[in-house]
């Protein structure tokens, strides 16, 4: 059965159509990769999946009977800076309603396989750029969402931190979660995704290995 699908979607802003009757779906274990040149949407189909956005036509089904099946991590963080790293995944937490009993288990779990324990008592303005990322990764996770949603993910990580979530979003996937991908990162993408499609001109294009450098 399909976790996530996605019929005719389009969006516009005005006259100005982003995203063009795209349709497909995803099954539990999936990863996609979207990859597209800057300005041709790729954030705008993350915004809509996650519901930021409406669909000018079309729609997006989810299958799950949890009450958060979406975890998302956007481009832009979404953690605050005068707290430290737990107190982001604490207050996190008690919003999006994880029980009180499973709270620091779920925490240490994240700080643990995103590598960030060390930083747990650290105000997060003190932190690297590829730290923050990996803070507001745990928080998109705290709910163990069935879909997760990256945008950017690999935005300021340097080569090891590159490597070392990729293995983690392998691990997602082998967890049975199913995972979308926008990155500019095309060739990180190709190593651990199971579907690549490129963004061109609101229309969604199915590539392989073979192709990866004419993509651009």
């Known amino acids: 059965m ?19 009757d795209i349709s497909m779906s995803l099954e539990k274990g999936e990863i996609l990769g979207l990859v597209g040149k800057s300005g ?15 669909p000018t036509r079309g729609y997006v089904a989810i299958h799950s009977d ?15 800076s005068e707290l430290t790293v737990k107190q982001n995944l604490t207050y996190f937490s008690e919003i999006y309603g994880v029980p009180k009993a499973a709270r620091k288990h779920r925490i ?5 396989r995103l590598n960030i ?10 932190l690297s750029g590829g730290t923050k990322k990996r803070v507001d990764i745990a928080c998109a996770l705290l709910t163990d969402p069935e879909i997760i949603i990256f945008d ?25 979660k199913t995972v979308v991908i926008s990155s ?32 651009y």
């Not at 949890?66 to 605050?80: C, L, R, T, V, W």
């Not at 240490?108 to 643990?112: K, S």
């Not at 392998?170 to 967890?175: G, I, N, T």
């Open 66 to 80: 949890s009450k958060f099946p979406i975890g998302f991590s956007m481009q832009e963080n979404a953690i605050y």
């Open 117 to 126: 324990k060390e930083f747990g008592d650290i105000l997060v303005k003190r």
């Open 184 to 215: 500019h990162r095309i060739d990180e993408l190709a190593k651990i995704c199971t579907k690549l499609v490129l963004l061109r001109s609101g229309k969604f294009y199915k590539i392989n290995k073979s192709q990866l450098k004419e993509v």
């Open 152 to 176: 950017e993910p690999f935005l300021g990580l340097d080569p090891g931190l590159v490597e070392s979530l990729s293995k983690f979003i392998l691990l997602l996937k082998e967890s049975g």
């Open 108 to 112: 240490e779990l994240l700080l643990g």
């Open 40 to 54: 041709e949407g790729k954030s705008v189909f993350v915004k809509t999946l996650i519901g930021f956005f409406k």
């Open 2 to 20: 399909n976790v996530l699908l996605i019929e005719n979607l389009s969006k516009s802003f005005g006259k100005k159509k982003v995203l063009d």
